[in-house]
């Protein structure tokens, strides 16, 4: 390829080379992916050390889900926390969350953090 199909002219003029556009793109995906993963490890840790005890994966799989979006995933999971007293933040609950819906309930997210 050469120089000039390597840059690109931004809005006002400036001149950005290509190559640097990808690496940051990518660099970028990567952080949010990495997020995810850490999200999901913690929610896999949450879950297994306060919720397994009673749910077992029956209560996740089936012919019939018991969430069908992830409103409903995170209102359930912020119920039942409650209902055993844990007080999770916010944080905590999207993580147990992005667990369930990892293992068990693939569902659309809305949301930019999925």
């Not at 397994?52 to 119920?79: A, N, Y």
């Not at 999207?94 to 949301?111: E, F, I, Q």
Request: a neutral charge; charged letters at 25%.
């Amino acid at each position: 390829m050469d120089e000039m199909a390597m840059r690109k002219t931004c809005p006002g003029g400036t001149v950005v080379r290509t190559g640097s556009l990808l690496w940051l793109m990518g660099t970028a995906l990567l952080a949010v992916t990495t997020a995810s993963a850490e999200d999901i490890g913690r929610g896999r840790l949450l879950y297994e050390t306060y919720c397994v005890f009673c749910h077992t994966t029956k209560i996740h799989s089936g012919d019939e889900p018991r969430v069908k979006s992830w409103e409903q995933l995170l209102f359930q999971v912020s119920r039942w926390q409650k209902e055993v007293r844990q007080n999770w933040g916010p944080d905590d609950i999207d993580a147990v969350a992005h667990y369930l819906d990892d293992r068990y309930y693939k569902l659309p997210c809305p949301s930019l953090t999925c």
